[in-house]
């Protein structure tokens, strides 16, 4: 990465989430500089439907151009780039990947950050795709070119999860760790609680946006899935493949269930969890009766949450929410925020040292 007083960013991708940053660094633009020390230029957007636009000047692109673009139904731009050659140019110090999801192959993410860190650009992204298939990889590949892989919004939005297992919990031994990590599911158990019968609650989940046309990838427990194979690896150290994760869904859970649970004093949620065994690491998504002492039970709605269990301070329980445009447009600011101290800090060792 260059060292020089602002970073070339480049999405790749612009549609909620890559809407979302754009709209938090127009508004906090100063405020990022001035108190973060966090300047930035965008050296180019690149997208699949909506066109790319690049700043062959140098001066960076208008986000705030290119947002009301987006909203009056016309194109970012009409340059010919692909997203590898946005990510490679000269200019770009972070690629920002906000593509969709593919957990079958991982592409184009995939292929997009292999690039990008082989180059010695940082790669900042949501998207849990190349994380669950390459994580390892992937990290290697960026600590040797001198690069930075990060994805906290692929388990919580912008709810801190991994940067606080990994960063504010450091020296801690993390034993399990355990939560709700799929707001749609939690949405419906909560509304089942409240009276509706399963299909009722699902059908305003999808009214409402929480839930997609087709609901298997929330309600069968998959996209659970995916968070538990990521924090077994990224928080836990131990990296499994995600169809080693035992998956039982809320399908089969009645208005009974989630009734007869709550005379015992107990809610039903869908947990998913990573633990310590003798054996290495266990991970799991299933729905399960907890306490209503215990702070997960007092989650409601699309909130998620996750318990970590530590040796030093025992539990350790956040709370907030798990997707939204700026919700996860945070936790890729929060991502290029610490790379950019890294980057810092990094220069004055240099200096120092030298």
């Not at 690896?233 to 269930?257: M, N, Q």
């Not at 039903?268 to 799991?284: H, Q």
């Amino acid at each position: 990465m260059r060292v020089d007083s602002s970073l070339g960013l480049c999405f790749i991708g612009f549609g909620n989430v890559g809407q979302g940053l754009a709209r938090i660094l127009v508004r906090k633009e100063r405020e990022l500089a001035e108190r973060w020390g966090f300047a930035f230029r965008t050296v180019a957007v690149v997208t699949r439907t909506r066109g790319a636009a690049v700043s062959r000047d140098g001066e960076g692109l208008s986000l705030a151009d290119l947002l009301a673009r987006v909203e009056r139904g016309e194109p970012v731009g009409n340059e010919r780039i692909s997203p590898v050659e946005a990510a490679l140019l000269p200019q770009t110090d972070i690629v920002l990947d906000v593509t969709p999801t593919n957990l079958i192959n991982g592409e184009p993410g995939l292929s997009l950050t292999r690039a990008a860190l082989g180059s010695g650009r940082s790669v900042v992204s949501s998207n849990k795709g190349p994380v669950s298939l390459a994580l390892a990889e992937l990290k290697e590949l960026a600590r040797a070119r001198g690069a930075h892989y990060r994805f906290e919004g692929s388990v919580m939005s912008g709810t801190p999860s991994l940067n606080l297992a990994l960063e504010s919990l450091a020296g801690c031994d993390v034993r399990e760790v355990q939560g709700i990590v799929n707001g749609t599911t939690n949405y419906i158990l909560t509304r089942m609680e409240e009276g509706f019968e399963y299909a009722d609650a699902l059908r305003e989940a999808q009214e409402k946006g929480y839930a997609e046309a087709d609901p298997a990838g929330d309600v069968d427990g998959w996209d659970a899935a995916v968070k538990a194979q990521i924090l077994a690896a990224a928080v836990l150290g131990f990296p499994l493949p995600l169809d080693a994760v035992e998956r039982t869904g809320i399908a089969a859970i009645s208005r009974a269930d989630v009734e007869a649970a709550a005379k015992r004093g107990k809610r039903i949620k869908l947990l998913a969890k990573a633990a310590r065994t003798p054996d290495g690491v266990a991970a799991s998504v299933a729905p399960a009766e907890i306490p209503l002492s215990h702070p997960l039970a007092s989650v409601g709605g699309a909130t998620n949450a996750l318990t970590f269990t530590t040796d030093t301070l025992r539990d350790v329980t956040i709370i907030g929410p798990g997707a939204g445009r700026e919700e996860t447009g945070q936790a890729l600011l929060s991502d290029m925020l610490a790379i950019a101290a890294a980057e810092r800090n990094s220069v004055r060792f240099s200096v120092k040292a030298g």
